[in-house]
């Protein structure tokens, strides 16, 4: 693995309509929940706990824990659906993405776009592609 991802071919490998699905993360007595949308598809850690165990007592967001970086593995694997992209990048989007979210808005939830995963996986894929000075 070279460490360097292709995002825009991984884009352009799924469908439109999965560009665009939304999570949303927000706390149910306590717990952390996030839900795939369209259908409120519960996303748990399993898949992503097969090939990291950060957390495997759940998922956490709004900073750089464990917690954040299972979720982060985990919606970037379920997001790409492939674990070379996913394991590559997590680390980063978990620092730039996950460790932000907050549940303190408008009905204490977080809302990720798959256009905004695209994003991110864009600049990171680009930041590690260019030559250090």
């Not at 932000?100 to 590690?128: F, H, K, M, Y």
Request: charged letters at 25%; hydrophobic letters at 30%; a negative charge.
């Amino acid at each position: 693995m070279s460490g360097t991802i292709d995002s825009q071919s991984v884009e352009q490998t799924r469908p439109r309509s999965d560009r665009d699905v939304v999570y949303v993360g927000y706390r149910q007595r306590g717990r952390a929940i996030v839900e795939k949308q369209p259908g409120q598809e519960q996303l748990t850690p399993n898949r992503s706990l097969e090939l990291a165990s950060h957390s495997p007592s759940g998922f956490e967001w709004g900073y750089g824990g464990s917690g954040p970086a299972q979720l982060a593995l985990a919606l970037l694997l379920d997001y790409s659906d492939d674990e070379e992209v996913a394991l590559a990048q997590y680390t980063e989007f978990k620092n730039q993405v996950v460790s932000q979210l907050d549940c303190t808005g408008p009905g204490g939830r977080w809302r990720l776009t798959g256009s905004d995963i695209d994003a991110v996986l864009r600049e990171t894929s680009d930041e590690a592609a260019a030559p250090s000075i």
